[in-house]
């Protein structure tokens, strides 16, 4: 049997490896992680490191885009937040969790080999997660607001202002479908909705409406195969929707003078 021709490696190829190899298995990144513990078969960002690491180095035989998957990548909620607490800098997200999804700068090889089977769980039974406070189930993350970082903020934000436009979106038709009801009572609705208060609201909406579509266009952008400054992009879709309240404020204001005079 002849012996199998070894694979000379590009330097270029070499430095992605290297970038994981800093991996020090500390599992801070696991414990900030919201989606490991709450979604069943989530392999974690420490894992998604090693799974990466096997699979930028093009010698390795295993499939390992069909073994994130497998692991549950893309139920990766982009919260950055294994990111920023990695003591090593690793892009765990940016890099190793968008290569494994088959997106950003950097190249899985393809593997020939089917993975082995995913483990039933990820969690070693004497690492086991303690139990989530209800304020942890309810914003699906770890630790208090006072400990979260930025790339939490954001997700945190994006959730949120996703929740509102859907319930102004129900408000909105219940608005729209009175007019089944006769012009009477869709004026007096109306002229309801005129009330400085809801003024404001609007306002306050169209900011939403900014910064919900910027961020998605950032968390588009983060998989995106240019490296994107994540933290920068927030900080623009939060100013463009200051701006674009303040721009409009003045319209806003006439409009409620208009009601009050
Ligand atoms: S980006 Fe957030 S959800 Fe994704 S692996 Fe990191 S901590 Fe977990
Ligand atoms: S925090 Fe960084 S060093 Fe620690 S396990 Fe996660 S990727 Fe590795």
Request: neutral net charge; charged residues 20%.
């Amino acid at each position: 049997m002849s012996e199998p021709t070894p694979v000379r490696m590009k330097p270029a190829g070499v430095e992605p490896i290297k970038v994981m190899e800093e991996c020090a298995e500390c599992m801070l990144c696991q414990g900030v992680c919201p989606a490991f513990g709450k979604v069943e078969g989530y392999a974690g960002p420490m894992i998604f490191v090693r799974m990466a690491r096997e699979g930028f180095d093009e010698r390795d035989p295993i499939d390992r885009l069909l073994e994130a998957a497998q692991a549950k990548v893309l139920d990766c909620v982009s919260c950055f937040r294994c990111e920023e607490t990695c003591p090593h800098e690793i892009p765990i997200r940016s890099m190793a969790i968008a290569a494994l999804r088959g997106t950003g700068p950097t190249r899985i090889y393809p593997g020939a080999v089917a993975p082995p089977p995913p483990p039933e769980t990820w969690h070693a039974p004497e690492r086991a997660q303690p139990p989530r406070t209800f304020w942890e189930r309810l914003t699906g993350s770890a630790g208090s607001p006072a400990q979260w970082e930025l790339g939490m903020w954001a997700w945190q934000l994006h959730r949120v202002t996703g929740w509102l436009l859907a319930i102004y979106l129900f408000v909105h038709l219940w608005a729209v479908g009175t007019a089944r009801a006769g012009e009477e009572e869709f004026n007096r609705l109306m002229a309801y909705f005129t009330h400085p208060v809801f003024l404001v609201g609007d306002l306050l909406l169209l900011g939403i409406f900014v910064f919900h579509a910027l961020n998605g266009v950032r968390l588009i952008l983060v998989d995106s195969p240019w490296r994107m400054n994540t933290k920068v992009l927030f900080w623009v879709s939060v100013a463009a929707a200051v701006v674009a309240m303040v721009a409009s404020a003045p319209v806003f204001l006439a409009a409620a003078k208009g009601v009050g005079g």
